[in-house]
């Protein structure tokens, strides 16, 4: 069992930054032969969208579209916690945001929320002047 818990989250103006963390305890992600932390967001009434992702044993990031280049994806291996750097924030990126373990990650399937296996709380983002 993995137990996920983001912080970080909050009100910020446009243009603004913020860094979200996610938390595990549990076991290790390095625990496992494969796998992945994830951040999606999520706004009322749509599905999630995924946001960037991070190979755990390789360091290997990938982003979604609308924050390439804006969100840099990291992880703390020692203290088993993954980060997500939001710059340039904008309004459209308001919304709740989750990470999410895919501790089998199949590498097709890094984009999918559908695969990952463990999700924390959500921490709400609002980027408003």
């Known amino acids: 069992q993995v137990q996920l818990v983001e912080s970080g989250g909050g009100l910020v103006q446009p243009g603004g930054s913020l860094k979200l963390s996610c938390a595990a305890s549990?076991?290790?992600?390095?625990?496992?032969?494969?796998?992945?932390v994830g951040w999606f967001r999520q706004t009322p009434g749509n599905e999630r969208e995924f946001v960037a992702a991070?190979?755990?044993?390789?360091?290997?990031?990938y982003y979604g579209d609308s924050v390439t280049g804006r969100f840099t994806i990291s992880r703390d291996k020692a203290r088993n916690t993954a980060y997500l750097q939001m710059n340039s924030l904008k309004p459209e990126d308001t919304a709740i945001y989750f990470c999410?373990?895919?501790?089998?990650?199949?590498?097709?399937?890094?984009?999918?929320?559908?695969?990952?296996?463990?999700w924390g709380q959500g921490t709400q983002v609002t980027v408003s002047s």
């Open positions: 999410a373990a895919d501790l089998h990650l199949i590498l097709s399937s890094i984009r999918r929320a559908v695969d990952y296996d463990y």
């Open positions: 549990g076991r290790t992600f390095s625990s496992f032969g494969s796998s992945a």
């Open positions: 991070i190979r755990w044993s390789g360091g290997h990031t």
